[in-house]
C-alpha cells in the first residue's frame, strides 16, 4: 500500500491542520496539497488548488459538499479551504497527482465491489468479515483469536439488541441512543463512540476495542439490563443519570487494568508513560 493511499484509509498525520465542523472533521485542503501532492512540483499549494477548484466547478455546476472556508486560530491567518475525507475523494478524482493514482485505482476497485455486493448481498457479509479478521489480526491476535472475538461480536449485538429493548420498556417518551451509548463509553472509557471508531478505524466503536474492554463494556450493559428491567416509567434524563452511575461503579476496573497493562482499553494504543503493546499486553487486544 503507497503512503498517499494509507493516508485516505487511516488518517491525516499531525502536520493536516483540522477542525470539526458541526460533528464532521475538516482538514486543510492547501496542507494535504503541500505534504500529500506531487513530489518535487514548483508550483504552490494555494496555485495547484485553484486549478483544481475550478475543474471541480466546471464538472459539478456548485460547491462541493464537504469542502468550505475556515479560519485558523492564529496570528496573520486567513480563510483558508478544509475538506471532509469524503470531499478529499472528489478533489483526488479532478487532481493530476500522479502519485494519487493509487487512490484513484483503490475508489474504482471499490466501486466495482459495492456492484457486486448488491448483486449478491451475502458476499458483501464475507467481505466485511474478512476485514474484520485482517484487523484483528493486525492488532496482535492470532487467526483463531481474530475468528473466535468475531463470534463474540455477532452474538454480542444480539445481546445489545436485548439492552436497547429493555430501555425502551422502562423509559416512557422519546429516547436518545446515541446519548446513551455515549454515556457508557465516556464514563467507562472517556471517549465518545466517534472518538474510538476515528482512532481504531472501525465503523463500531466496540468493534475495535481491546478484548478487555469490550468484556467489561458487556458486563457494564448487563448491570444496566438487570436495572432497568425494574422500572417502567423512566425519565430520559434519569436513564442518563442510571447509566452513568452504573457504568461509574465499572469505571474503576477499566482503570486498574489500564495502569497495569499501560494500554487504553477502548482503543489498545499505548497511554502516556505506559507500557508498550508487546508480549503478553498484545494479547489483551
Known amino acids: 500500500m503507497t503512503p498517499q493511499l494509507s493516508l485516505f484509509q487511516s488518517n491525516f498525520d499531525q502536520r493536516i491542520r483540522r477542525i470539526e465542523i458541526d460533528g464532521v472533521m475538516h482538514f486543510s485542503v492547501l496542507d494535504v496539497f503541500q505534504h500529500y501532492g506531487s513530489q518535487g512540483s514548483a508550483e504552490r499549494p494555494s496555485k495547484y488548488w485553484k486549478r483544481v477548484e475550478k475543474r471541480l466547478q466546471s464538472q459539478s455546476g456548485e460547491v462541493t459538499p464537504g469542502l468550505v472556508q475556515h479560519r485558523f486560530q492564529g496570528q496573520g491567518q486567513r480563510d483558508t479551504p478544509v475538506a471532509t475525507f469524503k470531499a478529499f475523494m472528489r478533489i483526488v478524482q479532478v487532481s493530476e497527482i ?69 430501555l425502551k420498556a422502562a423509559v416512557s417518551g422519546a429516547i436518545n441512543y446515541a446519548q446513551i451509548t455515549n454515556t457508557e463509553y465516556t464514563t467507562l472509557f472517556d471517549k465518545t463512540a466517534k472518538q474510538i471508531r476515528e482512532v481504531t478505524g472501525f465503523r463500531v466503536a466496540r468493534d475495535g476495542m481491546t478484548k478487555t474492554g469490550r468484556k467489561i463494556l458487556e458486563a457494564a450493559e448487563s448491570a444496566l439490563d438487570d436495572t432497568f428491567k425494574q422500572y417502567q416509567d423512566l425519565t430520559f434524563s434519569q436513564a442518563l443519570a442510571l447509566t452513568r452511575d452504573i457504568c461509574g461503579d465499572f469505571r474503576i476496573s477499566v482503570q486498574s487494568v489500564q495502569a497495569h497493562l499501560g494500554i487504553d482499553l477502548a482503543t489498545g494504543r499505548p497511554l502516556l508513560g505506559g507500557r508498550s503493546l508487546e508480549g503478553g499486553d498484545a494479547a489483551s487486544r
Open 98 to 166: 500522479r502519485e494519487w493514482e493509487p487512490m484513484r485505482e483503490w475508489m474504482a476497485a471499490l466501486a466495482q465491489e459495492r456492484i457486486e455486493e448488491v448483486a449478491d448481498p451475502a458476499l458483501g457479509i464475507h467481505r466485511a468479515q474478512d476485514r474484520f479478521l485482517a484487523a484483528k489480526m493486525a492488532q496482535g491476535l492470532s487467526e483463531d483469536e481474530a475468528v473466535d472475538f468475531l463470534k463474540a461480536v455477532q452474538e454480542g449485538r444480539i445481546t445489545r439488541r436485548e439492552w436497547t429493548a429493555t
